[in-house]
């Protein structure tokens, strides 16, 4: 309830019409610390994450980081209830450099994900793509903010990091970065939609996507602009980047459609961009264990779509499809008899969608198609 050092941060929440104040509370220790992003779950309970430089930061006993890691900074991750009068849990995360988390997202099953930079040597878990000894995390923490889920850097090394300007992670698992102040060997894919970067545009931005868990390098691209003023990079639901960027006298290519095409600013103007990256993690079959195994047959040429439902039990099973916004269409009980069960499904439009299966012991199943 009071400011603990020279910076707090301040996590509140209003009600919809911004005219009453629900709660508000006070996050940091002695030092200076500073909130900078946060996602409220399904229960309403807050994950907020940022910088702290205090030595008496609040962590909650049994979480990942409880003290403070001895460099300049450490990033948080601090969780309150929906009344914002309990920290259910918060954590340390850093190095003997400094770190700042700038960015936390969530999950469709609730586990926060958070972006930020460091000067140290983060923690990269097996499995993931990296970048060795670059300067910046994507991190995955279970919700109880205990263990690492997986942990990963990427960048062009421990001299220079990224500046985060949006996050996302979307109903697929893919993981979304944007910022600025890249170098010219920053990773990037086949599919980049500029490969190199032009000398003019010297630290310019700079596009990144992941697949499910970090696994692979998805996407990379530079792209034009000199810098982006905080707050106007956003992504949406569906994977698309909304940008403004700050372009200087070389100007920026521009489709012949445009508001403003080819135009040269004289010094500085706002180059506005939007992305669509068309992320495509291909059609899986579902298969979690040997006796579980489901596959998603697309609309052909207007025949039904279908779903095929293999299970070596007899059992009840609740089959569930979302959107690429994470909105369910469909829900239907399925009776599995042990052989192939074919369950007719509504039109499905090429797109992502997230397939759920829940058994009658409540294990749910999760995989992620494109048709």
């Given at each position: ?19 009453t ?118 991190t995955?923490f ?52 500029y490969p ?11 596009f ?77 079959q ?28 007899s ?53 992620f198609?494109?048709?």
């Open positions: 309830t009071t400011l603990g050092g020279t910076w707090d941060g301040v996590v509140f929440r209003l009600d919809a019409t911004c005219s104040l629900g709660w508000s509370t006070f996050i940091g220790g002695s030092g200076a610390d500073g909130a900078y992003s946060l996602r409220v779950n399904a229960s309403g309970e807050v994950f907020c994450t940022g910088v702290t430089c205090s030595s008496d930061f609040p962590a909650t006993i049994g979480t990942y980081g409880v003290t403070n890691s001895g460099g300049t900074s450490d990033g948080f991750v601090a969780r309150f209830d929906n009344t914002g009068s309990t920290l259910v849990a918060a954590t340390y995360f850093g190095t003997v450099g400094s770190e700042i988390c700038y960015f936390i997202d969530l999950d469709t099953s609730g586990n926060p994900y958070v972006f930020g930079s460091t000067t140290g040597s983060m923690p990269v878990t097996p499995g993931v793509y990296s970048n060795a000894g670059a300067g910046n995390f994507i995955k279970d919700p109880a903010l205990v263990s690492l889920q997986f942990s990963t850097v990427f960048g062009a090394g421990p001299a220079s990091y990224l500046e985060p300007e949006a996050f996302m992670v979307d109903a697929f698992g893919n993981i979304y970065c944007s910022g600025f102040n890249s170098q010219a060997t920053y990773p990037v894919s086949a599919n980049a939609l190199t970067q032009a000398s003019a545009w010297g630290g310019s931005c700079y990144l996507v992941l697949s499910t868990n970090a696994t692979q390098l998805t996407f990379g691209s530079f792209y034009s602009g000199w810098h982006v003023d905080g707050g106007t990079s956003r992504f949406s639901p569906s994977g698309e980047l909304y940008q403004g960027i700050c372009i200087g006298s070389g100007g920026a290519p521009t489709p012949a459609w445009a508001y403003k095409n080819n135009v040269n600013a004289p010094s500085w103007d706002i180059y506005v961009v939007k992305i669509s990256f068309e992320m495509s993690v291909g059609m899986e579902l298969a979690d264990e040997s006796d579980l195994t489901v596959q998603v047959i697309p609309n052909p040429a207007g025949a039904e779509s279908h779903a095929d439902i293999c299970s070596s039990n059992e009840l099973m609740q089959l569930r499809i979302y959107n690429s916004l994470g909105q369910l269409i469909w829900n239907e009980s399925v009776e599995s008899s042990g052989s192939n069960t074919r369950v007719p499904l509504p039109h499905l439009e090429a797109g992502q969608y997230v397939i759920e299966v829940v058994q009658d012991d409540n294990v749910s199943r999760n995989r198609i494109t048709l």
